[in-house]
Every structure is written in structure tokens, then in C-alpha cells.
């Protein structure tokens, strides 16, 4: 009798780490790193500017070593905390709210159909990556509604989700520094700028529209790079995606009905938005309720930390989606009854359990790297060592671009950077007869470079979050890895992108903003 030889056969599969499991092991490693860190006694310094004096002063940084007994306090103490204060957590759940609401009636997919109807595909990209740019003014609103908004859309007009989620979240972040009206990063920028200014000029006065022409011309050259990278790259990069689920969606042809009430309904959503609007304007009868009116720049009273506006704008839009669905889903009949509106809020909010898993370590993860030092440590001992550096001209241009975009990996904050680097860099840049709005300039392009592949950015984990509830695949786990092997193709052509337009600025030498030119 013979008997068949049995082969072993090996399936070699890859591993693939949970981004949960990676955010605590980068956690772990974070902290052996400050604890050696602070053995080693590493120590740095930057420079404020005294909003009295005017004079300099000198602020040490030390590396916090959590491994030491005041480290494991704040640990133990600090872990409940770090998930409740976590930015993204509670806006992404009111966001998702007015979202749910808006779908569920069948209002989003209406809408999509009507817009379909009159605006090619690939202009839809467009649309997404521009949508995403505006909406970095108001930083959360992106996150947490456009995002989630543009899969909806991708899948409502049969395309990849994912597409949408890609090309929504390269809009907001690396268009961070583009937009057509000032706004919350000039808030930021303009008062660390103004107060560096005074180390060498007490009466310079920095403009508050003084980066507008660049803004608004990156806005256009972000937008349209954006589509091509999207249309080009990581549609092909997706791969065909299974529609099954949503069949019936995208089949749907919108009846008469339905398109009066998605009419109706965005009727009613101006007519709200008119008081909010007439609250947002200064010097008028009643006017100025959602301003801080303490603040005397209206930029700063509009989009300022205090400007009740800005505070409350995740709230305000996703509002106005939950009265769009309601209005929709009355006059439709989807929405019935309380209990059909209150089942819409919870509808995309099913999906989430997974996400909060993910969050929870994100959260620990950034807030102790942010408490160790590190990355203020590298920014400012980087800094110091081009301060005593004889930079001028197009080498001042291109070593401040790299320093900020490499620095923004690790501090993905644009004001913490900015109030380390501005009483260095600012002065460099007026010895070399160049504004100091040229300065915000250089900043604010490579600010948009680099943060889109750093999980450090308190915002990378909504990208990995919603990247996962829309694989179909329920089995394969979205890595840290997947996320930036999508990102990194927006990284290299907008990284270009930004360095070739501060270049092109600078020698051409045209205004930069309203009555703001690049040199002095």
C-alpha cells in the first residue's frame, strides 16, 4: 500500500498590528526614550519676547522622565483625563449626530444625486479637496463632518469611499495654510509675529490680510493637485470596492418630491443661518453675540481660542445637517415620529465602538509624548542652533522651510512651533530686508507639509478610524502604515507644491497680501 507523502504547506502571513497595539508600543518607547533623556540630563532653551519690556527672556526645557516615581503619578492620575480631553473625541460624536440625521432621512443621498446631476466626477474631487481647505478655518468642523461627508458622497456617485476620506483629510491638512479669508491660523500667527517684531522695530505693524494673495492662490493650486493625486494615484492605489450594501443607494433616482424637499430644507438652513451670520457681525443693533468682544482685532474675536464662534462651530454645522434631515425626512415621511429622528442621530454612532478602542490609545499616546517634552526639545534646540547662523536670501527661505516642515512631524502644532521659532526667525528676516508676513508665509507653507503622516497629529486617528469602518473586509485591520502609504503621495506632490510657490513669490517678488510685499 502507498502512501501519499503529505506536504506542509506554509501560508506566510504577514503580521499586522492593531494601530491601537502600535500607539502603546510608541507610547512605551516615548517613555524609555525620556527616561533616558532625563538621566542624561538633556536639556534646551528658546526665547519669548517680555509684551512689556520687549526684552528677551530665556525659557529652559528638560526632557520629563515619566519612569520616575512624579512620572508614574501622572500616568496612573492622568490616563481617564487624556481620554475624556482628547479634542477629537467629543466633536467627532456631536458631528456624527447632525451627520446621522442627514442620512438616515435621505437627505445626503438626494442632495448627491442633484449635485451629480450638474457637476462632473472628477470636479466632485475638486470640490472635496476645496471644501476641505475652507474648512481647516474652522479646524474640527473638517475633521469630524466633512470627512465622513465626503464617503457619503463617493458612495452615493459609486465611488470608493475611501477616495473621499483621502481626499477630504489632504485638504484640510495640508491646505491648512491656504484658505480665502484670514482666519484662525492668522490669529495665531499674527500675534507671536507682531511680538517678535518689536526685538528690532517697535512700531512695525504686521497686516492682518498680509498672506491673503498667497493664501488664495494656494487654495486654487491645493485644490486642483489634490483632484489629480486623488484621480491619479489613490483611486487606482483602492482598487474596485464591493457596493452590495449600497445598491439601492446609488441606483435611486431622486423623485419629485424628494428634490422639493431637499429645496425646502435648504431653505430652511439659510434662513437659520441668517441670525448666526447677523451674530457674528460687529457694530450692529444686538449683533455680536458669538464674538469676544474683549479681544479688539475682529479676526481675533471671530476666530480667536475665546470667540464663541469658533468654539461652537462643530455644534452650529452639525445643527444645521440635523435640521436639514429633520426638514427633509418631515416632508419625505422617512421621519415619522421622535424616535425615527433620535434613531437618526444614533445611526452613524453604532460604528463608532471601535474607534473610541483606537482614540483611547491615540490619546494616551500624544498627550505623554506632549508631556515628556521631546518634541519641544527638538524644535527648540534646532532653533537655537541656526540663531547664531549668518542666513539671508533664498538659504534663509530654504532652511526655515525645512526646519519648520521637519519639526511639524514631531510638534504638529502651529502655535507652539510658531511662539519657539517666530523671536528667532522673524528677526533673521527683517535683518535680511524680507517682511515678516514673508516669514508667516515660509511658516505656514511648510507647516501644511509633513503633520498628514504623523501620528502624533491628534487628528491622524480619525483619518485610520474612518478609513476602517469603511473596508469592507471587516477581518483586515487598517495599520498606521496604511494610513500614511495613502497619505504619502499628497505628502510628496503638496510638500512640492508649497515650496514651489513660497520660490516663486520670492523671486518674483509680487505682494503676498494687501498692502504686504515680500521684501521691506
Known sequence: ???????????????????????????????????????????????????????????????????????????????????????????????????????????LNTLNKMILSIVPRKTLTFIVVFLGVICSMFYDVGYVLLIPLAAILFIDIGRHPSAGICAAFAGITFGYGANIVANSLDSILIAYTKTATTILDTTYKVHTNGNLFFMITSTIAISYVGMIVTERIIIPKLGKYNFEEYKEEIEKIPTS????????????????????????????PFSGLLLYLKDSKYIDQLFGTNSYFYQGSVFIFSALLM???????????????????????????????????????????????????????????????????????????????????????????????????????????????????????????????????TPLFTYFVILIGFLQIYTKNKEKTVTITDAVSLMLPYTLAFTFLWLALTIIFYFLGVPIGINTAVTL
Not at 534646551?44 to 516615581?69: A, C, K, M, P
Not at 424628494?258 to 457674528?280: D, H, M, N, R
Not at 422617512?334 to 429622528?341: A, E, L, S
Open 257 to 284: 418630491i424628494e428634490k422639493k424637499g431637499v429645496i425646502i430644507s435648504l431653505l430652511t438652513v439659510v434662513l437659520v443661518l441668517i441670525p448666526i451670520i447677523y451674530s457674528i457681525i460687529p457694530g450692529l
Open 323 to 453: 435640521l436639514a434631515g429633520l426638514v427633509y425626512g418631515l416632508r419625505v415621511k422617512t421621519i415619522n415620529n421622535n424616535k425615527d429622528f433620535v434613531d437618526g442621530m444614533n445611526y452613524y454612532l453604532k460604528d463608532l465602538s471601535s474607534l473610541l478602542v483606537l482614540i483611547f490609545f491615540a490619546a494616551q499616546f500624544c498627550l505623554i509624548f506632549k508631556q515628556t517634552n521631546i518634541g519641544v526639545f527638538v524644535v527648540s534646540y534646532i532653533t537655537n542652533s541656526i540663531s547664531n547662523l549668518k542666513l539671508s536670501g533664498i538659504t534663509l527661505v530654504l532652511i526655515t522651510f525645512a526646519i519648520v516642515a521637519i519639526s511639524s512631524v514631531l510638534v504638529p502644532s502651529a502655535s507652539t512651533k510658531w511662539a519657539i521659532l517666530s523671536p528667532v526667525i522673524v528677526p533673521m528676516y527683517m535683518q535680511s530686508s524680507l517682511t515678516p508676513e514673508f516669514a508667516q508665509v515660509v511658516f505656514r507653507a511648510a507647516d501644511s507639509c509633513l503633520k498628514g503622516i
Open 1 to 107: 500500500m502507498k502512501f501519499k507523502k503529505r506536504k506542509n504547506k506554509h501560508v506566510n502571513k504577514s503580521i499586522r498590528l492593531h494601530p491601537a497595539l502600535i500607539f502603546l508600543i510608541l507610547t512605551l518607547i516615548v517613555m524609555v526614550i525620556s527616561s533616558a533623556g532625563s538621566i542624561l540630563n538633556l536639556e534646551s532653551s528658546y526665547y519669548t519676547v517680555n509684551e512689556v519690556s520687549g526684552e528677551l527672556e530665556t525659557q529652559i526645557i528638560h526632557i520629563n522622565n515619566l519612569f520616575n516615581r512624579t512620572g508614574i503619578q501622572y500616568l496612573i492620575s492622568n490616563f481617564l483625563t487624556n481620554f475624556t480631553n482628547f479634542t477629537p473625541l467629543g466633536t467627532l460624536i456631536l458631528g456624527l449626530m447632525g451627520i446621522g440625521v442627514a442620512y438616515k432621512s435621505g437627505f
